[in-house]
């Protein structure tokens, strides 16, 4: 009964930002339960930005000092704030969590680094 529905990609150029989100509906325990992944045609969906279990943001190696994960919890939304985007970060971005013994993604958002 949870889904979540990811927004906020689009085409930006090298240098530049984009600010993806992540709204949850239905019931989960925590937003530290939210984490975003991305993946590339060819290639396994990697994650990109997770909280540990006290709430404090983990990044994979390739963005950090880049992107910022952080959460509203009046909206039920976890938000993505990616900077400085390069070439490799584009992909097909998903948040996901795990609910009722299953794993629950989104439908993705697309974002294109690209001048």
């Known amino acids: 009964q949870v889904q979540l529905v990811e927004s906020g990609g689009g085409l930006a150029q090298p240098g530049g930002s984009l600010r993806l989100s992540c709204a949850v509906s239905?019931?989960?325990?925590?937003?530290?339960?939210i984490g975003w992944y991305r993946q590339t045609p060819g290639k396994e969906r990697d994650l990109v930005a997770s909280?540990?279990?006290?709430?404090?943001?983990i990044y994979t190696d390739s963005v950090k000092g880049r992107f910022t994960i952080s959460k509203d919890n009046a909206k039920n939304t976890v938000h993505l704030q990616m900077n400085s985007l390069n070439s490799e970060d584009t992909a097909v971005y998903y948040c996901?969590?795990?609910?009722?013994?299953?794993?629950?993604w989104g439908q993705g958002t697309q974002v294109t680094v690209s001048s």
């Open positions: 239905g019931n989960i325990a925590s937003l530290n339960l």
């Open positions: 909280f540990s279990s006290t709430g404090t943001p």
């Open positions: 996901n969590t795990f609910h009722n013994r299953r794993w629950i």
